[in-house]
T-cell receptor
Framework: NAGVTQTPKFQVLKTGQSMTLQCAQD?????MYWYRQDPGMGLRLIYY???????DKGEVPNGYNVSRLNKREFSLRLESAAPSQTSVYFC??????????????FGPGTRLTVT | DAKTTQPNSMESNEEEPVHLPCNHS???????IHWYRQLPSQGPEYVIH???SNVNNRMASLAIAEDRKSSTLILHRATLRDAAVYYC????????????FGKGTHLIIQP
């Protein structure tokens, strides 16, 4: 049981390049989330998927797109990377939305640098 | 606006209990209180959560004030591996549906 896995662990992009961050969970969770964490800050929600087939914007969605490929996988795409997107990206999952009943489980993160 | 207030840092000795306070004076009746911690260079890790009653699990205990305006995370016997940033979060699972992380409490454990 690997929990939440993310690839890649590290990435360096040039401004304007695109890339997709991959996330998968093996806990049969319905809900999945993408967060970013800037140095010395707490996490901020980018996008979330309450269930397979649905996605919704979070606090900071600009410059990102997401795809809930199936129940296990939730990817985050940067179409044209900017230096302001330099951050650590965390994927998380929870059993369900549940009104706060369910806890979230996080992956190890992807450290992205845009030059 | 993280909607909770925590001390920036706390220090404790190894093998002693640690009480991490959190103020959430504007909490609504449907908000759960979640605690997560983040070790250096790792993703956040779930610790415990509750609504009204005190909660215990293998990692910690959560004591919730009767008026729900504050809570305390209790680590019964701190180890060096407990050194982390601890986040107290009000979470109702609605709206944008994500956890709102503030700056948390940096817990330092002295050997």
């Amino acid at each position: 049981n690997a929990g939440v896995t993310q690839t890649p662990k590290f990435q360096v992009l040039k401004t304007g390049q695109s890339m997709t961050l991959q996330c998968a969970q093996d806990m049969n969770h319905n809900s999945m989330y993408w967060y970013r964490q800037d140095p010395g800050m707490g996490l901020r929600l980018i996008y979330y998927s309450a269930s397979e087939g649905t996605t919704d914007k979070g606090e900071v969605p600009n410059g990102y797109n997401v795809s809930r490929l199936n129940k296990r996988e939730f990817s985050l795409r940067l179409e044209s990377a900017a230096p302001s997107q330099t951050s650590v990206y965390f994927c998380a999952s929870s059993r369900d939305r549940g009104g706060g009943v369910y806890e979230q489980y996080f992956g190890p993160g992807t450290r992205l640098t845009v030059t | 606006d993280a909607k909770t207030t925590q001390p920036n840092s706390m220090e404790s000795n190894e093998e002693e209990p640690v009480h991490l306070p959190c103020n959430h004076s504007t909490i609504s009746g449907t908000d759960y209180i979640h605690w997560y911690r983040q070790l250096p260079s790792q993703g956040p890790e779930y610790v415990i959560h509750g609504l009204t009653s005190n909660v215990n699990n293998r990692m910690a205990s959560l004591a919730i004030a009767e008026d729900r305006k504050s809570s305390t995370l209790i680590l019964h016997r701190a180890t060096l591996r407990d050194a982390a940033v601890y986040y107290c979060i009000r979470y109702s699972g609605g709206g944008a549906d994500g956890l709102t992380f503030g700056k948390g409490t940096h817990l330092i454990i002295q050997p």
